[in-house]
């Protein structure tokens, strides 16, 4: 009765929907009516409203959608979807300001005379306006107005015209900053917990351990991710248009003819290029850039734009009068003023300690006026001129509601969805499908590119993605990042703007053109862009670094960036530090025995040894890589055989588990069932299909291979080995490096050493006559003094011997006594440290910088540029963990 219900939801909602019937309403409605609905039934035939619900009870999944929304979106941390109504507003703000029309006119001018140029010109301008406002609505709009009369009037073809605008105007799904990516990152965020948890619960069934290694999990992804993943991908496809637009006008030149432009390319048209061009591509820069760079969060970025975009609204809609450009020009200078200030100096409200320091933040506070003048003076003029601004905010409002109230009715839907079983319905056809992890995603693709034919953006994503996610992301198979899967969907929901018969696009697009572009022209028009964008869709899913690579080197790099030692990052340092080791092992090998032929005689003799014992450490390196070059190669070599059969028990193991979780619930259902004779037809029901999955398990276990048991232990026993070696590998590496990293602390604080000689010296007269407080405050600030040099551990602990013994009655002699001892110890070691200083600091330097990046790479704070860039190249290839489930 579950599946009754289930497809009565589907035929609501799917009515709801092709009726025209607001989404926002369709799908709430059609969860609360189809949970009523078996409430209902339940009651009438069952005596219980919550017989027809697959788990749970009517009044959980009726209020289950709600809890849902108001549980994540109320979290501090799930702040993501702040950024919607700033970028929403950007773009509306820039599309009121006739940004779109001055870049389109000047683009057509500049691309004109190249075969082709119009159309590439209205891609260029899509791409531009698809990073600056990201909203296809007005951008097939504008350039639908302003593009398509001077396209038709300089003889392209209607279903290029109509194709490449239409096509051009969806940039915006994909280059950020998108909605689309938006949403989608914070539905995959909750995705990525689902499947961390299930993947989790399949390594502890495979290998009995209860602590999944972090490497083997599944990354989570945020906004800034999925623009960073996105950034490429969309380039490749204004790439792939505008290849396509010219490639046609030299074959068919008669579609695409070139513009001659009747003005000059002089200085004064450049300066129009660049003014019109500058703007937006600096919006742009502050935009992606911060995010980028770390500098900003998605949503400081969001109000970075939004800001911009009120300014560079305040000037345009001032164009031709006298002072239109003071307000940008002194918001600007201010943003000028205020990063040279917070370079050059460090600028702390709590700590003004010199009169230079009131300077700058006297200056600061000015720089920071200034800018709020002239964004608030540029906001008075939106506000003043045509009534911009209250336009802009209205339809802001409008917009983020509708994406909001949308989510809402989608956490319904999904729960609705649930109740009756739907998600256990699709994990089950899909994780039962041959062929693995691709068979299921190119299902999905093609389920979502169909159903882009019917639905808007924003119900895919909140609809399809939560169900299906979580079971691709699950797959350790493929082992996807939540980034690589978002940026595919994205792209593939891009296509729903132009698929007919519901592509808004092209209903955008129908809006604006005259009588004489025929429909069916644009319905034409758009089938050549897309197919670019399954091609697109294809490049990035055979490409997965295009996706992976950006997101994993910002990472990297950045200041907050994980150390070397971060055990997701483990397989790849290895892999870098080991074909370091091979090709530099000559040169690593002599400074190796160089270090051995330091004279060391100025060292303790405790300090002589452990550096002795980390030199052979080091040496011993070379052993130890060799030995894990053998591990994993007979690992492998195994493997190969192996693999198949692992495969194919882990695939038998699936269909038990889900049987096990089949007799569970019968088992339960049986339970609950009463002593009343009219529930006897249930009884023999269940108990009958109970009997059914015990022979059903029997055979299947029957299936499984004989030597199955052999030839996992041989495996694990591989596996044991590989794990152990490079175990062994880590600790030697990092013995043998942070011991030389503690001598040269230690003998490098000497100049530390040298500043308390002083005070050293004159101790035991600092203390005499004092009181045995005052005393004791004396010694207590030398100790902590002394305890923040490195390797004092002996001064410091005869100072604090000395304070214990003070506290005894008549202690003064006693405490005298320790004190020469601390003295000695002192002079001790700021002897040998002095000479060490001169005689071994420099060799040991020499070699700690011959080994820092590779023996000693674990122990850094984080990884030099060079590497990380080669980590991020790494990472960013995804790696099959089949044979660790």
């Not at 596996?719 to 001598?743: H, P, Q, S």
């Not at 490098?748 to 000689?757: F, K, P, Q, S, T």
């Not at 010296?761 to 600092?766: G, L, R, S, V």
């Not at 390797?791 to 009655?809: H, Y």
């Amino acid at each position: 009765m579950e599946l009754l219900f289930l497809a009565l939801l589907i035929a609501l909602m799917a009515y709801a929907l092709g009726s025209g019937y607001p989404v926002a309403f369709a799908l709430p409605g059609s969860a609360i009516i189809s949970i009523g609905a078996a409430a209902l039934c339940g009651y009438i035939f069952e005596g219980n409203i919550d017989a027809y619900f697959a788990q749970g009870s009517a009044w959980q999944w009726l209020s289950a959608g709600v809890t849902n929304f108001r549980g994540i979106y109320w979290e501090v941390e799930r702040d993501t979807l702040i950024a919607i109504p700033l970028f929403i507003f950007m773009g509306i703000m820039l599309q009121r300001s006739k940004l779109a029309e001055d870049l389109l006119v000047t683009m057509a001018q500049l691309f004109g005379p190249v075969p082709g140029g119009l159309g590439i010109s209205v891609v260029f301008v899509g791409a531009l306006l698809a990073a600056t406002t990201g909203i296809v609505g007005a951008t097939v709009v504008a350039m639908g107005l302003i593009s398509l009369p001077v396209m038709k009037r300089n003889k392209y073809a209607d279903s290029l015209s109509t194709g490449t605008i239409a096509a051009s105007g969806t940039l915006g799904q994909i280059i950020p900053p998108s909605i689309v990516l938006i949403i989608l990152a914070d539905q995959l965020a909750s995705a990525v917990d689902q499947a961390s948890t299930a993947r989790k619960g399949l390594y502890k069934v495979a290998t009995g351990e209860f602590s999944m290694p972090t490497a083997f999990d599944i990354g989570s992804t945020s906004a800034g991710e999925m623009f960073l993943g996105a950034f490429v991908p969309g380039l490749t496809l204004v790439v792939l248009y505008m290849v396509f637009i010219m490639v046609l006008a030299l074959i068919r030149p008669d579609m695409a003819p070139s513009v001659r432009y009747d003005g000059k390319f002089d200085r004064k048209f450049f300066f129009k290029v660049a003014i019109t061009l500058i703007p937006p591509l600096s919006l742009i820069f502050l935009v992606l850039g911060s995010i980028i760079t770390g500098v900003a969060t998605v949503n400081q970025a969001g109000a970075i734009g939004a800001a911009g975009a009120l300014i560079m609204g305040g000037y345009r809609l001032r164009e031709g009068h006298s002072g239109a450009y003071t307000p940008a020009i002194l918001a600007l200078s201010s943003l000028f003023v205020l990063a040279t200030l917070t370079t050059i100096f460090h600028i702390n409200v709590k700590k003004i300690d010199t009169t230079q320091d009131v300077i700058v933040l006297v200056a600061a506070i000015i720089g920071v006026a200034g800018f709020l003048i002239g964004l608030t003076w540029s906001g008075w003029r939106t506000f003043k001129i045509e009534d911009t601004l209250r336009g802009v905010m209205v339809e802001t409002a409008k917009t983020t509601s509708l994406v909001f109230i949308i989510l809402l009715g989608a956490a319904m839907l999904t729960a609705a969805f649930r109740a009756f079983g739907g998600e256990e319905l699709v994990r089950d056809f899909l994780t039962s499908m041959p062929g693995g992890f691709w068979a299921q995603f190119f299902i999905v693709m093609a389920v979502i590119f169909v159903l882009g034919f019917f639905l808007d953006f924003i119900e895919i994503a909140v609809v399809v993605v939560p169900i299906v996610a979580p079971i691709l992301l699950l797959d350790p198979a493929a082992n996807v990042t939540a980034v690589w899967l978002g940026v595919m969907i994205g792209l593939n929901i891009q296509t729903s703007f132009l698929t007919p018969p519901f592509g808004f696009a092209l209903f955008y697009l129908r809006g604006v053109a005259p009588p004489s572009v025929k429909t069916t022209s644009m319905y034409k028009g758009v089938i050549p862009f897309i197919l670019l964008q399954l091609m697109a869709l294809v490049i990035v899913g055979y490409v997965p670094q295009l996706v992976n690579y950006l997101p994993y080197r910002m990472s990297l790099v950045s200041q907050t960036a994980p150390p070397p030692r971060n055990p997701a990052l483990q397989s790849c340092v290895e892999k870098l530090v080991f074909s370091e080791l091979d090709s530099t092992s000559g040169k690593i090998r002599a400074a190796i025995t160089g270090a051995r032929a330091l004279d060391l005689s100025a060292l303790p003799a405790s300090v002589r040894s452990d550096l002795t014992a980390a030199f052979d450490k080091a040496e011993k390196t070379f052993v130890l890589v060799k030995t894990i070059g053998n591990t994993e190669k007979a690992l492998d070599e195994y493997s190969v055989a192996y693999r198949p059969l692992h495969v194919e028990v882990r695939d038998i193991q699936k269909i038990q588990a889900r049987i096990k979780v089949e007799q569970k619930k019968l088992r339960t259902n049986l339970r609950q069932l009463s002593k009343d004779p009219t529930q006897d037809a249930k009884r023999d029901k269940f108990t009958a299909r109970l009997e059914e999955l015990a022979a059903e398990n029997k055979q299947i276990t029957q299936a499984i291979p004989a030597k199955w048991t052999s030839e996992r232990k041989a495996f694990v026993t591989l596996k044991k080995a590989d794990t152990k070696a490079r175990r062994m590998y880590r600790r030697n590496v990092d013995a043998a490096y942070e011991t030389l990293r503690e001598t040269t602390q230690i003998i490098g604080a000497v100049g530390e050493l040298v500043a308390l000689e002083s005070r050293f010296a004159k101790i035991t007269t600092d203390i005499a006559g004092k009181s045995i407080e005052d005393a004791q405050t004396i010694l207590k600030e030398l100790t902590v003094l002394v305890r923040q040099v490195p390797g004092t551990s002996a001064v410091a602990k005869e100072l604090s011997d000395a304070r214990r013994v003070l506290r005894k009655k008549n202690g003064e002699d006693k405490a005298l006594l320790i004190l020469v001892k601390a003295q000695d110890a002192f002079a001790g070691e700021l002897a040998w440290r002095k000479k060490a200083a001169q005689d071994v600091k420099p060799g040991l330097d020499r070699y700690e910088a011959s080994i820092r990046n590779t023996i000693g790479l674990r122990l850094q704070s984080r990884l030099p540029k060079e590497q990380a860039l080669e980590v991020a190249a790494c990472k960013s290839n995804p790696f099959d963990l089949t044979l660790e489930f």
